[in-house]
């Protein structure tokens, strides 16, 4: 059964407290957290507490969405990677005080220096992904990859995931951000059935939005366009749904956008 969850993000910047209790109100029993100050204060201990408590309290199970935009794992700069490493450790280090059930990062990125050192570069990061991986393990949680539609990112398409965790050899999610792979199907020749089925067995969590990309600048669709892009969004949702699908998380910027969305899915039967 997949449960419908929604992105905290819809509150940034305000404190996730306000998130989360009203997230439960709304009927969602599930909140990804959107990692970055000063949406969740992370160099507080005490704040770590209140947010467990509400957690608690209003019975919802969490995830950690760790920020990618200073993090780079495949940096060849050994400073940005040192600190992008330590990063990560730190997010699973909140999200096991949280229990939450697993943390959701961006593999990397290769910008030109990356790329001059392609081979070694690639080597060193599937190194420290099985690094992480085994950290997170170590406390209980399952890691997940985040595609996203930039040339410099390392997962882009779903073969890109299924390339990196056949490499990786160790237990690896694919979150499928839903918009991020319609940027690239209206702008490339993709046959996305095709690269779903790569990765049905490991995609454990998909973003749906009705914003063409919802982590940066945000931009809803436009009018002309929605009809294709909620065509591709249910085609896609009904693919995956035949896999492993546990988690369906709904990324918007105000309520009134969590609500339009949520309503979409269940006039679609989509869950």
Request: with cysteine; hydrophobic share 40%.
């Amino acid at each position: 059964m997949t449960v419908l969850g929604i992105s905290s993000i819809y509150k940034y910047p305000k404190a996730l407290i306000g998130a989360i209790k009203e997230s439960a109100l709304l009927g969602f029993r599930h909140i990804n957290i959107f990692a970055y100050p000063p949406h969740f204060k992370e160099d507080s201990e005490e704040y770590i507490r209140k947010v467990s408590k509400a957690l608690l309290e209003y019975g919802i199970d969490c995830s950690i969405k760790i920020q990618g935009y200073t993090l780079n794992l495949a940096a060849t700069n050994p400073n940005l990677r040192k600190k992008s490493i330590d990063e990560v450790i730190y997010w699973i280090y909140v999200a096991s005080r949280l229990n939450c059930s697993a943390v959701i990062l961006r593999a990397g990125m290769f910008f030109y220096s990356e790329r001059v050192f392609r081979d070694r570069t690639y080597d060193r990061l599937v190194k420290t992904l099985r690094g992480i991986i085994d950290k997170a393990h170590e406390v209980g949680l399952d890691v997940y990859v985040e595609n996203y539609p930039y040339p410099f990112d390392i997962i882009v398409l779903p073969s890109d995931f299924a390339r990196l965790s056949r490499d990786v050899h160790s237990r690896l999610h694919f979150a499928l951000n839903i918009p991020h792979l319609y940027d690239i199907y209206k702008n490339r020749r993709v046959d996305v059935n095709t690269e779903l089925q790569l990765v049905l067995p490991w995609t454990r969590m998909a973003y749906v939005s009705d914003y063409i990309n919802p982590w940066d600048c945000p931009h809803r669709i436009l009018e002309a366009e929605e009809e294709k892009f909620r065509e591709f969004t249910e085609r896609v949702l009904r693919t995956i749904k035949r896999g492993e699908l546990g988690l369906l998380i709904i990324v918007g910027y105000s309520k009134e956008d969590i609500i339009k969305i949520k309503e979409y899915l269940t006039e679609a039967e989509l869950i």
